[in-house]
């Protein structure tokens, strides 16, 4: 039984911890702290609800290519390329459809970011929420992004993802730790018993209770649920389908393990919107390990999911 540090930060929305096992205690302390200033960091290029993120920058800029980041080109190029290979259903261009449907207050700060209307507008608002990721250049060569139209990017599928791996990649010569930033975990080495981590899934329909615990190490294991978050104007969803722009309806819940976080939170959302059948095949496709739960609470998951469940699936509905 090895000792355990532990800290916890409220940021990107959530409620983020790391806890590293083993070690000495005052490097420990330094390293945990040092791993967490990564989500702010994501969070001032990422966020479409701070004006002056490099993100919110970029919107202000269509139709000329904008150089960027090494950090938001990568994370852009890795949701083009999850776009395109869900067929569409996950699209990081969603962000004004999103505000239209509420999710449009600053976690910290309350603040909306929703556009003050005028009549005038109201073409271009259109154009906005009908943007869709086709209408994006990058230019891997000169690392530049192009809005070949107005719309609000949202990277809030995958932002925290590449986070979690960021700080991850911060600690990775600490071997046993395990960060968790509320449904987006990776987990390393052991824990404190010398044990694989324990990671619960979420009942999404008693989300006080568990329905399935997984046993992994090395991996990330990455939950979208309808019951994660409530807009301003108590919508219950906010994960949309561009197909219809309105709520993705066949799942409840899509869990995924994979080697990286940014992999993991960009499928299970992506999953999510395809629901069951799609998205199941999308996941076998691309090598990754998932269960997902259905609107009618039935769960299905790929071929190598079983080896991560301590406990089976139970208590849905
Ligand atoms: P997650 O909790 O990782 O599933 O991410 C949910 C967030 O993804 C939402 O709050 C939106 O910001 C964004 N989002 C909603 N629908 C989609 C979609 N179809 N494709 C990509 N991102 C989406
Ligand atoms: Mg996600």
């Not at 420990?28 to 702290?33: G, L, Y």
């Not at 943007?131 to 609000?152: F, I, K, N, S, Y």
């Not at 809030?156 to 968790?180: C, E, Y």
């Amino acid at each position: 039984m090895s000792e355990a540090y532990e800290c916890t930060t409220s940021t990107m929305g959530t409620v983020v911890s790391v806890r590293v096992v083993g070690g000495d205690p005052l490097r420990r302390e330094e390293r945990t702290q040092r791993a967490l200033r990564w989500f702010a960091r994501v969070e001032a290029v990422c966020s479409r609800f701070e004006p002056d993120s490099e993100l919110c920058q970029l919107c202000e800029r269509v139709g000329q290519p904008v150089k960027v980041s090494a950090l938001l080109f990568e994370v852009l190029k890795f949701a083009v390329a999850v776009a395109e290979a869900s067929g569409g259903a996950f699209d990081p261009t969603l962000g004004a459809l999103s505000a239209a449907r509420g999710f449009d207050r600053h976690w910290r700060t309350g603040v909306s970011i929703r556009p003050q209307r005028r009549p005038s507008d109201s073409s271009r608002r259109r154009r906005v929420r009908q943007a869709g990721w086709r209408a994006l250049t990058l230019d891997e060569e000169h690392q530049t992004v192009m809005l070949r139209t107005p719309m609000q990017l949202d990277l809030g599928a995958v932002a925290k993802g590449m986070a979690v791996d960021l700080a991850a990649r911060d600690l990775a010569d600490v071997r046993d730790f395990a960060i968790d930033a509320g449904g987006d975990v990776y987990v390393s080495g052991s824990n404190h018993t010398g044990q694989p981590w324990s990671v619960g899934i979420r009942n999404p329909q008693a989300t006080h209770t568990l329905c399935a615990t997984l046993r992994v190490r090395d991996r990330a294991v990455c939950t979208s649920g309808d019951y994660a978050r409530t807009s301003t104007d108590g919508v219950s969803t906010h994960l949309i389908d561009p197909a219809t722009g309105g709520a993705a309806t066949s799942a409840i819940s899509a869990t995924v393990v994979a080697p990286t976080a940014m992999v993991a939170d960009a499928l299970a959302t992506a999953v999510y919107i395809m629901g069951p059948v799609r998205g199941l095949a999308l996941l076998e496709h691309h090598g990754a390990d998932g269960l997902i739960i259905a609107t009618d609470s039935t769960h299905v998951m790929t071929s190598g999911m079983a080896k991560w469940i301590e406990h089976p699936v139970t208590n849905v509905a």
